[in-house]
Nanobody, 116 residues
Framework: QVQLVESGGGLVQPGGSLRLSCVAS????????MGWYRQAPGKQRDLVAH???????SIADSVKGRFTISRDNAKNTVYLQMNSLKPEDTAVYYC??????????WGKGTLVTVSS
């Protein structure tokens, strides 16, 4: 089992920034992929960004140029730096851990609200 604990969500004004963190623990694999998904009210859960241990990244077009994903392998932690936030970025953000056999683990989610 893999446990994921997210932190860093909250309320921010449009144009502001937030940094999300997610720490993984438990039965971890050297080869894995960590990332962030988000789900707005009434919508499906969508990929925001993911990153491999080699720091190969994939970022959704909707956040490209504004969001940056990074990781600290020694700390089993993935980060999502979110800049120039827009109201449409409002969602619950979920941390994801994918094992080498494509099993997914999820955090409980952290709410990001972008509003003036």
């Amino acid at each position: 089992q893999v446990q994921l604990v997210e932190s860093g969500g909250g309320l921010v004004q449009p144009g502001g920034s937030l940094r999300l963190s997610c720490v993984a623990s438990g039965r971890l694999f050297a080869s894995n992929r960590m990332g962030w998904y988000r789900q707005a009210p009434g919508k499906q859960r969508d990929l925001v960004a993911h990153i491999t241990p080699e720091r190969i990244t994939s970022i959704a077009d909707s956040v490209k140029g504004r969001f940056t994903i990074s990781r600290d392998n020694a700390k089993n932690t993935v980060y999502l730096q979110m800049n120039s936030l827009k109201p449409e970025d409002t969602a619950v953000y979920y941390c994801n851990y994918r094992t080498p056999t494509d099993m997914d683990y999820w955090g409980k989610g952290t709410l990001v609200t972008v509003s003036s």
